[in-house]
């Protein structure tokens, strides 16, 4: 199946500015091609006769087998149509032809107001190939091998004596009916402003070759919805449906015509009446000038728009102060914003934003002062008073003005800056976690928080740990005088007690406990470890665990005066852990510690 159809090419074309199309012109007619033998016999019937044999599918071609008789005025036809609601310009038929016979003969029709009319009679008795022209103004043609007159069975010698054989057929057909084409969805042109893409649903029809393309025009811009290829007979879809947009940042701004029209595949390509309307477009935002309060210490300070919107014109405007909804106030096109409460120290952020009747938005923001004079306030200070040996040293500030600044932090420790080692969290607070127990005894703490205005708060404290008594000294053992030498006396004969001799008293033995009050937990939970010291005198006992076969010091717990000992642990993961507690030599018993 070939056609010569000329037409635009791709699904969508949009052309800017008075470009021309970029695509030849439609031709004045389409061609249709039959190259025989074909698998495709759309188009094609064939029609035979008694006493005339024919190929009926693929191929063409009618013959009067070898001693057939065949009666006078019989005729085999085979037959080419014209798409639907066209007609036939010329039809270039390529023919092989014989027809020794005197009375046989091959003859052109052509169909013409729904009847075959005759056209040009061929003979050769020796054979011949030719081309003819035929079918003017008809919706098929078709060639015919027709027996004039009776002729007997023993006047056919040969098969190939009274044959016609069709090699190609061209049929170049006339399309002179228009398409029609309307909006099926949204239509473009609408009484609103419009921006951005401009979008609709068409649907096109035609009755004869069918729709080649649609075109969407808007000012001197235009969009192309193309159809794609059909079959032999329908070169294009008697139907296309489809949406169609154009860009109108590419049009530009104003009032501008519109035109929706199809083209089919006809002569020169038919054109339906035009679909047309009116499209406003506006794709430039509104233009926005700010001026900032004059009065940098007022707590109700009034910013200063200025928008401006030529084509469409303004139609609303917001603001923000810190987020919040500000009041805005329009006169003479000048706009006003003003917090609605008073504001504190510090910087403070106006946003806003302006619309115009397109819906084209332009938003901004900025910042501005108000005069910070008021120094951070620190409102946690930890620990303070007696303490744990690992407690962390923190401070709590906040700043209502222009805000904290984190160089503005300083962290002192007897005397000691610590600010390096600290911790600084987003919600103002710094934390220094020590390294190793603080020491008995008292403990100062200096901090100092800074804003961003350069005002600074100094906030001091102390904490202390408890200071452990010094052990009692051990009691005094007496020793008994040795006997005299002289009057050595019998083991035998000693006597069984010693009436004066003072009782011998002998040192407890130390010892050190390790309890907990739930030995299976989950992992990551924590629990608590206690204990207490007998004769021994420690300021802090050792918590072991047992890493392979290996004791490793975990932490130092501090001990009380009346030798008590607390702390809490946690288990990070699931398994079992020995601990254990020691003083020097002194280890109390093994603790297994379960977590699931």
């Not at 044959?163 to 170049?172: D, N, R």
Request: glycine share 10%.
């Amino acid at each position: 199946m070939n056609t010569t159809l000329q037409r635009l090419c791709g699904s969508l074309l949009i052309i800017i500015g008075g470009l021309a199309l970029v695509a030849p012109a439609h031709g004045a007619d389409a061609t249709i091609s039959f190259q025989l033998p074909s698998g495709d016999t759309s188009g094609i019937t064939a029609q035979t006769a008694p006493g005339v044999a024919g190929c009926i599918s693929g191929c063409a071609w009618m013959r009067i087998p070898r001693g057939s008789a065949v009666s006078a005025r019989r005729q085999a036809m085979i037959a080419f149509s014209a798409p639907a609601g066209t007609t036939i310009v010329n039809a270039a038929i390529r023919v092989r032809y014989r027809t020794r016979n005197a009375a046989v003969s091959a003859h052109t029709q052509s169909r013409i107001g729904g009847r075959w009319i005759d056209g040009r009679r061929l003979r050769s008795a020796g054979g011949s190939t030719t081309t003819v022209n035929a079918g003017r103004g008809a919706t098929a043609v078709g060639i015919t091998l027709t027996a004039d007159g009776g002729v007997p069975a023993r006047a056919v010698k040969s098969d190939a004596e009274n044959a016609v054989s069709i090699e190609s057929v061209q049929l170049t057909v006339r399309d002179l009916a228009p398409p029609g084409v309307w909006w099926t969805g949204s239509d473009p042109a609408t009484d609103s402003w419009q921006r951005g893409t401009l979008c609709g649903s068409f649907e096109a029809r035609d009755v004869g070759l069918g729709v080649d393309h649609v075109d969407y025009a808007v000012g001197a811009a235009v969009a192309t919805v193309s159809a794609g290829a059909g079959t032999r007979l329908q070169p294009r879809p008697t139907s296309l449906g489809s949406g169609i947009c154009i860009d109108s940042a590419q049009v530009g701004d104003g009032t501008f015509g519109t035109s929706l029209t199809a083209v089919d595949a006809g002569a020169a390509g038919n054109r339906s009446a035009a679909v047309t309307g009116l499209v406003r477009i506006d794709n430039t935002a509104p233009v926005v000038a700010y001026q900032a309060p004059t009065d940098p210490e007022a707590r109700l300070p009034v910013a200063q728009l200025t928008v401006a919107d030529s084509t469409s014109g303004v139609e609303r405007i917001a603001a923000t102060i810190d987020g919040l909804p500000a009041v805005v106030h329009t006169t003479n096109g000048v706009t006003t914003v003003a917090p609605i409460a008073p504001l504190l120290d510090g910087t403070h952020r106006i946003a806003w934003e302006a619309a115009d009747l397109a819906g084209n938005v332009t938003a901004g923001a900025e910042i501005f002062g108000v005069a910070d004079t008021t120094a951070p306030t620190i409102d946690e200070a930890l620990p303070q008073g007696v303490s744990t040996a690992m407690a962390p040293v923190s401070a709590h500030a906040i700043d209502t003005g222009a805000g904290l600044s984190a160089d503005g932090w300083r962290l002192a420790i007897d005397g000691i800056d610590v600010t390096g080692a600290a911790e600084l969290s987003a919600t103002g607070t710094i934390t220094y976690l020590p390294s190793r127990p603080w020491s008995e005894g008292d403990h100062a703490v200096r901090v100092t928080a800074g804003d961003r205005s350069g005002n600074r708060t100094v906030r001091s404290w102390t904490f202390s740990l408890p200071i452990t008594p010094p052990p009692p000294a051990p009691p005094v053992v007496p020793v008994a005088p040795p006997a005299p030498a002289a009057d050595t006396v019998s083991p035998m004969d000693a006597p069984a007690t010693t009436p004066d001799a003072a009782p011998v008293t002998r040192p407890a033995a130390p010892s050190l406990t390790l309890r907990a009050a739930v030995v299976r937990l989950r992992a990551g939970g924590r629990l608590r470890l206690h204990g207490s010291l007998a004769a021994l005198s420690a300021r802090s006992v050792r918590i072991e665990a047992r890493v392979g076969t290996t004791w490793r010091l975990v932490v130092r717990v501090p001990v009380a005066a009346d030798g008590r000992y607390a702390i809490s642990v946690r288990l990070p993961q699931s398994g079992g852990y020995d601990v254990r507690a020691r003083v020097g030599r002194t280890i109390s018993k093994p603790l297994h510690l379960t977590a699931r």
